[in-house]
């Protein structure tokens, strides 16, 4: 991929930066500003060769039209706050507004563009409709910088289609990114552990496959981990379950064998009557779960018999809370990981989502980890393996 300093002399330059500013938002109180600090080593180092910057990202889902809900102005604020500058806000992304920010920009200004899907060529799957707004995207640049790695699987307008109309090149977030994720898929230091947790295995399955012939260990944990359990005959009350995913997951179990793979599972559950933070919360082993209660978190055990498959591991790649960690009841099982990984000797990467989130949630000092990536379904698909459409298009401009 080419790179900023590919792109020459950018002074006075405008330049369209695709970043990732979908924050997780309280009304409009930023709860983890992660994905916009993320952001800023990319606009720094523009602004200091003299670039006019143009932010264009999405926050939510807004459908293809204009939604006060998921307007990116509580985004804006924090930008200025960390940037110690003001940042210019247009309140279209390629109107009137929009055209009027970029022209008032001077060398080192940095403007941000209205969410990119309060218009529906950004997403759109007819082809033409998404390229005449890349087009009216280009038309408000010089070059182009792709640092949104959250949004580089998928080949929507201000992803793919700009990159096809201007020089561009990856910012420092998505070349850091690629680096830090391939180094797990391609030459992993062993040995290698996997830990996969969230809701459904059905997110997981493409990992899980491709990894089955890479990876030493695979743990598994959080709601996904009671479809293995169902699959060993164990049962799991109101847990989640994809049942139509049993017997997929008895055959990832049988083929982890034969490649000598060993899956780790949870051996106790801490469980409680429906889902919600009140509980009452008890443990219980993973071979005794009452048909009434519905598990949260794993248990004690479990976490212990994870933490120390992390020892003497020497790459770990993390994707998925172990529990609905949100809850306080039910946040031990992912706390004790995140602190098990933290003490590892190993290159660590932590595969974005909510396992970045609850990283931030619970405390942790991000600098204990090799690296944590603001994609969690970008990170999944290029550890599944996948071509990533808005990395590809870097590598073939």
């Given at each position: 991929m080419k790179t900023i300093d590919s792109l020459g002399?950018?002074?006075?330059?405008?330049?369209?930066?695709?970043?990732?500013?979908?924050?997780?938002?309280?009304?409009?109180?930023?709860?983890?500003?992660?994905?916009?600090?993320?952001?800023?080593?990319?606009?720094?180092?523009?602004?200091?060769?003299?670039?006019?910057?143009?932010?264009?990202?999405?926050?939510?889902?807004?459908?293809?039209?204009?939604?006060?809900?998921?307007?990116?102005?509580p985004v804006v604020d924090r930008l200025s706050e960390l940037l110690g500058?003001?940042?210019?806000?247009?309140?279209?992304?390629?109107?009137?507004?929009?055209?009027?920010?970029?022209?008032?920009?001077?060398?080192?200004?940095?403007?941000?563009?209205?969410?990119?899907?309060?218009?529906?060529?950004?997403?759109?799957?007819?082809e033409a409709e998404r390229q005449e707004f890349a087009r009216r995207l280009a038309d408000l640049a010089d070059v182009f910088v792709s640092d949104g790695f959250g949004v580089v699987?998928?080949?929507q307008a201000s992803v793919y289609d700009v990159a096809q109309l201007l020089p561009a090149a990856a910012?420092?977030?998505?070349?850091k990114e690629v680096e830090s994720l391939r180094r797990v898929t391609d030459d992993p230091k062993r040995p290698f552990v996997v830990?996969?947790?969230?809701?459904?295995?059905?997110?997981?399955?493409?990992?899980?496959?491709?990894?089955?012939?890479?990876?030493?260990?695979?743990?598994?944990?959080?709601?996904?981990?009671?479809?293995?359990?169902?699959?060993?005959?164990?049962?799991?009350?109101?847990?989640?379950?994809?049942?139509?995913?049993?017997?997929?997951?008895k055959g990832y179990m049988e083929r982890a064998q034969k490649n000598g793979v060993e899956i780790l599972l949870p051996v106790d559950n801490v469980v409680a009557p429906a889902f919600g933070p009140d509980g009452p919360a008890t443990t219980v082993g993973s071979d005794s779960m009452p048909e009434d209660q519905e598990g949260?978190?794993?248990?004690?055990?479990?976490?212990?018999?994870?933490?120390?498959?992390?020892?003497?591991?020497?790459?770990?790649?993390?994707?998925?809370?172990?529990?609905?960690?949100?809850?306080?009841?039910?946040?031990?099982?992912?706390?004790?990981?995140?602190e098990a990984l933290a003490e590892s000797p190993a290159y660590t990467v932590v595969g974005g989502g909510d396992s970045a989130s609850a990283i931030r949630n619970l405390g942790f000092d991000e600098s204990r980890y090799s690296h944590i990536s603001t994609g969690g379904g970008a990170s999944l698909e290029l550890i599944e393996g996948k071509q990533l459409p808005g990395i590809a298009v870097l590598e073939e401009n």
């Open positions: 002399d950018l002074a006075g330059k405008r330049v369209l930066v695709r970043a990732d500013l979908n924050v997780p938002l309280d009304g409009d109180r930023i709860t983890d500003d992660g994905r916009i600090r993320a952001c800023l080593p990319t606009v720094t180092a523009l602004r200091d060769k003299g670039a006019r910057v143009i932010l264009v990202a999405h926050l939510g889902r807004p459908k293809g039209e204009a939604d006060p809900a998921f307007t990116l102005k500058a003001d940042v210019a806000f247009a309140e279209d992304t390629v109107g009137d507004s929009a055209r009027s920010v970029v022209d008032s920009l001077g060398d080192g200004d940095v403007a941000v563009l209205e969410n990119v899907r309060f218009n529906a060529g950004e997403t759109s799957k007819d699987h998928r080949k910012g420092l977030l998505v070349q830990i996969l947790g969230g809701a459904k295995v059905s997110d997981k399955l493409g990992v899980i496959e491709n990894l089955l012939d890479r990876a030493d260990t695979i743990i598994i944990g959080g709601g996904m981990s009671y479809t293995f359990q169902k699959a060993l005959g164990h049962e799991v009350g109101n847990s989640l379950l994809e049942e139509e995913q049993v017997d997929t997951v949260l978190d794993i248990g004690p055990d479990s976490a212990k018999q994870f933490g120390d498959a992390l020892k003497d591991a020497g790459t770990v790649f993390w994707n998925g809370p172990m529990g609905v960690f949100e809850f306080d009841l039910f946040q031990a099982g992912t706390k004790a990981v995140a």
